[in-house]
């Protein structure tokens, strides 16, 4: 069974930095592209960022471009967001998400986690 | 990266069929077949109903329907109920190569 746990959401000033963490089990991790995307508050989906299976291609939404880092670790199937420069508007739940295809585009998720918090405010 | 352009909301009844548009740019969903559609329940995770554009992941009842024309794409839900009522959302890859959403459509089950 394919699991997605997200963890390191916090309460964090504006400017600060957070790192998040996806561990994943259930499927041959390495195989396959994962992204973060971020529902803020009573708002839709956004995707944020997309790493593929060897970690060699990294993707991102102009909103984070610069201030967030996608990486992962295949040796612990875990997926990482590191997030500088917080502001207000980064507020919203962030999910991981498996890419439906073991490719290196991100296309469409088959399995999404439960989603932590981010909250920035002071 | 602008997102898509969804309905904010459609409506229908009990064993009705209803219709939600998305609409993209040449620079999405005109230029891939990489259109997919997901439905969430409140304070529930996305779930994925159709991808690349028509097909639906094993499990998702054969109610939802998905096309394509130009720059739009539809998701079409046959024979309503209760438990369809929720919110769907559109995305697309892009020539980008990332992915957009759309702004989301809530759909009532009258």
């Known amino acids: 069974e394919v699991q997605l746990l997200e963890s390191g959401g916090t309460l964090v000033q504006p400017g600060g930095s957070l790192r998040l963490s996806c561990a994943a089990s259930g499927f041959t991790f390495s195989s396959y592209a994962m992204s973060w995307v971020r529902q803020a508050p009573g708002k839709g989906l956004e995707w944020v960022s997309g790493i593929s299976g060897s970690g060699g291609s990294t993707y991102y939404a102009d909103s984070v471009k610069g201030r967030f880092t996608i990486s992962r670790d295949n040796s612990k199937n875990t997926l990482y967001l590191q997030m500088n420069s917080l502001r207000a508007e980064d507020t919203a739940v962030y999910y991981c998400?498996?890419?439906?295809?073991?490719?290196?585009?991100?296309?469409?998720?088959?399995?999404w986690g439960q989603g932590t918090l981010v909250t920035v405010s002071s | 990266q602008s997102a898509l352009t969804q309905p904010a909301s459609v409506s229908g009844s009990p064993g009705q069929s209803i219709t939600i548009s998305c609409t993209g740019t040449s620079s999405d969903i005109g230029g891939y077949n990489y259109v997919s559609w997901y439905q969430q329940h409140p304070g529930k995770a996305p779930k994925l109903m159709i991808y690349d554009v028509s097909n639906r992941p094993s499990g998702v009842s054969n109610r939802f329907s998905g096309s394509k024309s130009g720059n739009t794409a539809s998701l079409t839900i046959s024979g309503l109920q209760a438990e369809d009522e929720a919110h769907y959302y559109c995305s697309s890859y892009t020539s980008s190569t990332t992915l957009v959403f759309g702004g989301g459509t809530k759909l009532t089950v009258l």
């Open positions: 998400a498996k890419d439906l295809r073991g490719t290196a585009m991100v296309t469409v998720f088959d399995y």
